[in-house]
């Protein structure tokens, strides 16, 4: 039974994202309402796909109860449609939830839900793959493979992460082709293109970057710059 007022949602927990602390807390809130919330614990992205797919008619809200990566996997499945992405945030940077104002705090988030407010986000299409937050090519890419590897979650293990590629990856040659302008071919250390300002854990990244102005921001080791998105406001 959902709470009176508040539109059928369903949280998508994913029990391995962020920091131990945080995640027994969260979890253990959404374990105390099970009797007025819905949720279900995901182990891998197919599971929260398929999930997705057979709720979709029976819920308005699915809420990403995880870090960047569950919220992408739960934002792939509801693109082009009228349900409305939520964010619980449990990972390491929360870097999309910090951008959009999403607090780790259920009742916060069942407030915001009843008052029925939502807003429409760009989304960037990389290779087949939808990006919400920032992508990158690069030094931050290496670092992303690096920390996802890693058995233990929260800051520290990104600065480790950061540490053991910064002092051994050489830059990668980079060409860019811009509708209208110059193309652009040059080793790079990284490359990203951002939807919002912000990695994570504020470290902002590309400062002019919003996630509802049509326009994707790319920033070039230290230069930024801006190119129209392939979908708005979908």
């Not at 949280?11 to 994202?17: D, E, V």
């Not at 809200?61 to 964010?87: C, P, Q």
């Not at 504020?202 to 994707?216: F, H, K, L």
């Amino acid at each position: 039974m959902e709470l009176p007022g508040v539109k059928r949602s369903l949280f998508i927990l994913n029990p391995n994202a962020g920091i131990i602390p945080v995640n027994l807390i969260i979890s253990k809130e959404l374990q105390r309402r099970k009797n007025e919330l819905s949720y279900f614990k995901s182990l891998s992205i197919d599971e929260s796909g398929s999930h997705i797919k057979q709720s979709f008619d029976k819920y308005d809200v699915f809420v990403a109860a995880g870090g960047d990566g569950t919220v992408r996997s739960v934002a792939t499945e509801l693109i082009g449609s009228d349900k409305i992405l939520g964010v619980l945030p449990m990972g390491s940077g929360n870097g999309f939830a910090r951008e959009l104002g999403f607090k780790t705090n259920i009742r916060s988030l069942l407030k915001d839900i009843k008052k029925e407010e939502s807003h429409n986000i760009d989304v960037i299409m990389l290779n087949d793959q939808i990006c919400l937050n920032v992508a990158g090519v690069g030094l931050d890419s290496f670092v992303a493979h690096s920390f996802d590897k890693l058995k233990t979650r929260g800051f520290w293990s990104y600065v480790w992460a950061i540490l053991i590629n910064f002092f051994t990856f050489r830059p990668v040659n980079v060409k860019i082709k811009i509708p209208g302008e110059e193309n652009i071919s040059e080793d790079l250390f990284l490359i990203t293109i951002a939807n919002t300002r912000q990695f994570g854990n504020n470290a902002y990244i590309a400062p002019d970057a919003s996630p509802n102005d049509g326009m994707a921001s790319v920033k070039r080791n230290t230069e930024e710059f801006k190119i129209y998105q392939i979908y708005k406001n979908r």
